[in-house]
């Protein structure tokens, strides 16, 4: 069993930055990848990003070169740095974490860009 805890979610400008945290608790060694999801209003829920248990990572192309993530494992901790952020990146924000064969999930952190 894993349980994930999000926190860093906000309102922010066009072109300001945030940064999302997911702290995960339980089995956390055997956890092979973990990543951030979102939903946006009226949208299907989509991939952002994911880091595998080595550190390879991987981008969504609305997202690449905007976004970052990266994890600290003495923490049990996964992040998404997120600059130069759009309207279009307003949506419900959720980590996941892979541990085979089950998925587990954040309860979500909700991000709006707007002037």
């Known amino acids: 069993q894993v349980q994930l805890v999000e926190s860093g979610g906000g309102l922010v400008q066009p072109g300001g930055s945030l940064r999302l945290s997911c702290t995960a608790s339980?089995?956390?060694?055997?956890?092979?990848?973990m990543g951030w999801y979102r939903q946006a209003p009226g949208k299907q829920r989509e991939l952002v990003a994911t880091?595998?248990?080595?550190?390879?990572?991987n981008y969504a192309d609305s997202v690449k070169g905007r976004f970052t993530i990266s994890r600290d494992n003495a923490k049990n901790t996964v992040y998404l740095q997120m600059n130069s952020l759009k309207p279009e990146d307003t949506a419900v924000y959720y980590c996941?974490?892979?541990?085979?064969?089950?998925?587990?999930w954040g309860q979500g952190a909700q991000v709006t860009v707007s002037s």
């Open positions: 339980g089995s956390i060694f055997s956890i092979y990848a």
């Open positions: 996941n974490c892979f541990v085979a064969p089950y998925n587990y």
């Open positions: 880091i595998t248990r080595g550190g390879s990572t």
